[in-house]
Every structure is written in C-alpha cells, then in structure tokens.
C-alpha cells in the first residue's frame, strides 16, 4: 500500500509559479509510476504528467508541455511538480497518484492510476 499527500497549493496570478509536491509513505516508493492528474470544477479528471520509478523518461499532456515538469526523488520519497506561466484555466484540484505497473502516458490518460492522494487545490487568477 502507499500513501499520498499533496501540499503546494494556492492562489497564484497568471504567469506565475507554484511547485506542487507530493510525500509518499511506503518503502516502495521508488518502484511506483508516480503521476499528477488535475480536476476542474465541472469537469472530469484530466492526465498532467507522469514519471517512471528509474526517472529516465516523463509524460505531459499537451496542454502542459513545456510549461510543467515532473521529477522525483526515490531518497525522499516525493515526486513534484513544477508549474509555470500558469494560466487560469490550470486553475483545478491536483492529484498525486501512483501505479505499480509503468504504462505509456496516453494509457494514464485513459484509465488513470490506482493509488490517489486527497488533492490540493491551485487557482489561477486572471
């Protein structure tokens, strides 16, 4: 079992920063696909990024690329990601979530992660 915990969150302008990280218990950590997901009020739950358990290759959806990166350390057990040049529609509850098996982005995309934190939300002001 692992146990996910975002922290982060906030109100930000558009253009900004936020770093959101995610603490994971469990000493397998380093050998889960972790992944960010995001909701918006009124909408389903979309597919951010992922990265595998070596961290030698990352995910984006197309909407964030460029803009977020995903990274993690085994030795911490977080993983984190980096938002930049937010814009307002970024503006949704982020999800940290984590999966034993390592799948392509687009199968993340489509079926998600079995393993899920609570959620911390971001707000993008225009």
């Known amino acids: 079992q692992l146990q996910l915990v975002e922290t982060g969150g906030g109100l930000v302008q558009t253009g900004g920063s936020l770093r959101l990280s995610c603490a994971a218990s469990?000493?397998?950590?380093?050998?889960?696909?972790m992944g960010w997901f995001r909701q918006a009020p009124g909408q389903e739950r979309q597919f951010v990024a992922a990265?595998?358990?070596?961290?030698?290759?990352?995910y984006y959806a197309d909407s964030v690329k460029g803009r977020f990166t995903i990274s993690r350390d085994n030795a911490k057990n977080t993983v984190t990601l980096q938002m930049n040049s937010l814009k307002p529609e970024d503006t949704a509850v982020y999800y940290c979530?984590?999966?034993?098996?390592?799948?392509?982005?687009?199968?993340?995309?489509?079926?998600?992660?079995?393993?899920w934190g609570k959620g911390t939300l971001v707000t993008v002001s225009s």
């Open positions: 469990g000493r397998t950590f380093r050998t889960y696909t």
């Open positions: 979530a984590a999966d034993p098996i390592t799948y392509s982005g687009s199968y993340y995309a489509s079926r998600g992660m079995p393993y």
């Open positions: 990265i595998p358990y070596s961290g030698d290759s990352t």
